[in-house]
Nanobody
Framework: VHLAESGGGSVQSGGSLRLSCVASGYTRGCVGWLRQAPGKLREGVAGIGSDGGTHYDDSVKGRFTISEDKAKNTVYLEMNNLKPEDTAMYHC?????????????????WGQGTQVTVSS
C-alpha cells in the first residue's frame, strides 16, 4: 500500500484547506482520512467506499467533503469552516472493510500524514 498526502498547513478559525492523497496498491473497501491530535486517539474522519458512497464522523459533517478522482488515484478532503479542535495530523488511510466499520474500528493502513493547524 502506498499513500502520499499533501495539502496541510496553518489557517485561522473559519478557514479552509484541501488535502490530497495519491493512493495505490490497496484492496478497496474504504479509502479515507483519519486524524490524530497530540495526546488523543486516532479517529476516522471521512471515507469513500467502492460504490462511491461517502461517510463522515459527526464532528465534521457539513464542513468536510471527501471526493476522489479515480483516473488519478487521488482522494481529496475539502475542509471548510475549520475549528481549533480540527488541529491534528491527518493521515490518508485504507481498509478492506466497508467505511462505517473502518471509521469506527480504525483503518488498516495509513500514510505518514500532513499537519493541519487551526488557530483561534
Amino acid at each position: 500500500v502506498h499513500l502520499a498526502e499533501s495539502g496541510g498547513g496553518s489557517v485561522q478559525s473559519g478557514g479552509s484547506l484541501r488535502l490530497s492523497c495519491v493512493a495505490s496498491g490497496y484492496t478497496r473497501g474504504c479509502v479515507g482520512w483519519l486524524r490524530q491530535a497530540p495526546g488523543k486517539l486516532r479517529e476516522g474522519v471521512a471515507g469513500i467506499g467502492s460504490d462511491g458512497g461517502t461517510h463522515y464522523d459527526d464532528s465534521v459533517k457539513g464542513r468536510f467533503t471527501i471526493s476522489e478522482d479515480k483516473a488519478k488515484n487521488t482522494v481529496y478532503l475539502e475542509m471548510n469552516n475549520l475549528k481549533p479542535e480540527d488541529t491534528a495530523m491527518y493521515h490518508c488511510a485504507t481498509d478492506e472493510r466497508i467505511c462505517p466499520l473502518a471509521l469506527v474500528a480504525g483503518f488498516g493502513d495509513w500514510g505518514q500524514g500532513t499537519q493541519v493547524t487551526v488557530s483561534s
